[in-house]
């Protein structure tokens, strides 16, 4: 095996694009806010996300690195489980209305490796990450499309063994459809692995949805701003923002992306062509479709967990 095994991420738009739904926190801000975010698009479309604590930069990589683990490891969780896990996490991930009848998407793992292949400094320390998939768990969302009503949450955590540091992981169906093929935007792993800021992390994962392999987009400097903080603020907050925002672009700079300031306040960003050219295990290119879809809805859960409710390695 290699150090990293995994390439990139197929996200959900909507979960990617939704202004506020990540963003940078202040120490303690956690214990007096809430989420509550509402992200209108396209004809007739919207999503609702909504739980006890807002989302920040450490939970937005959590969720790109199960997304990401869904790909080759993925299996997928049929609306008719039929084992006690399987309709343990359909029970977890709470589906209403027409979620109720689509697919979700399981990841299996160790917090271990999740940990390395988003690029945590100290692999061994799972707490963070245990306490990111909590707070993901804890987040509800009801999505409308066509006139039609979804409802379910952002994702359902089934832990077998925390000791050994096992991780079984239920994905929402929006999320399960992208990685299977459908409609998705593509962020690279290496990129993740490599940005040091929060801000830069918040940035890169909007960008990475507004801006297609190889194409330029120009943006002002407060709209970058308010992919980290989406709230109004008073001149002196924004100076600070501004500044912030400004010194974390030398991290896109490193990681291949292109910034140009063609004029005060203004940049024109230029992503890099297709996988920024890092190559990795050939069977980290190939269709999660193929390498998710079973045979048979939820096949293997009880496999993947072992004759005595474990996760193998």
């Not at 990139?8 to 214990?31: M, N, T």
């Not at 925390?162 to 992208?178: E, H, R, S, T, Y």
């Not at 392999?213 to 109004?232: A, F, M, N, Q």
């Amino acid at each position: 095996m290699t150090k990293f095994d995994l390439t990139h991420a197929r996200h959900d738009p909507a979960h990617c694009l939704a202004p506020g739904l990540f963003r940078s926190l202040k120490r303690g801000e956690r214990k007096t806010s809430k989420l509550d975010v509402v992200y209108e698009f396209g004809q007739g479309q919207k999503i609702e996300f909504s739980g006890p604590e807002p989302l920040g930069a450490d939970d937005l990589r959590i969720l790109q690195g199960l997304v990401a683990m869904a790909g080759p490891a993925g299996l997928v969780l049929s609306p008719d489980p039929k084992t006690e896990v399987g309709l343990q996490l359909r029970m977890f991930m709470e589906p209403k209305w027409d979620a109720i009848q689509q697919d979700a998407m399981v990841v299996k793992g160790s917090y271990r490796a999740l940990a390395r292949e988003i690029g945590y400094a100290n692999i061994e320390d799972t707490k963070p990450i245990r306490d990111c998939i909590e707070r993901l768990w804890k987040v509800s969302i009801i999505a409308l499309s066509g006139g039609k009503r979804r409802g379910f949450r952002l994702l359902a955590e089934y832990a077998s063994d925390d000791v050994a540091g096992k991780l079984f992981v239920a994905l929402n169906p929006m999320i399960a459809q992208a990685v299977m093929g459908g409609q998705h935007i593509r962020i690279d792993l290496w990129e993740v692995r490599s940005l040091k800021s929060d801000s830069a992390r918040l940035i890169h994962q909007r960008l990475c949805g507004w801006i297609d392999h190889g194409k330029s987009r120009r943006i002002e400097l407060d709209t970058l701003c308010s992919y980290v903080w989406p709230e109004p603020a008073n001149s002196s907050t924004m100076r600070k923002r501004r500044q912030r925002a400004r010194d974390c672009l030398p991290e896109l700079s490193r990681i291949g992306w292109l910034v140009t300031e063609y004029a005060q306040g203004k940049f024109e960003i230029t992503r890099p062509t297709h996988d920024n050219g890092h190559k990795a295990p050939d069977n980290c290119h190939e269709s999660p479709r193929q390498l998710s879809r079973p045979n048979h809805p939820d096949r293997s859960i009880r496999a993947a967990l072992g004759g005595n409710g474990e996760t193998h390695p």
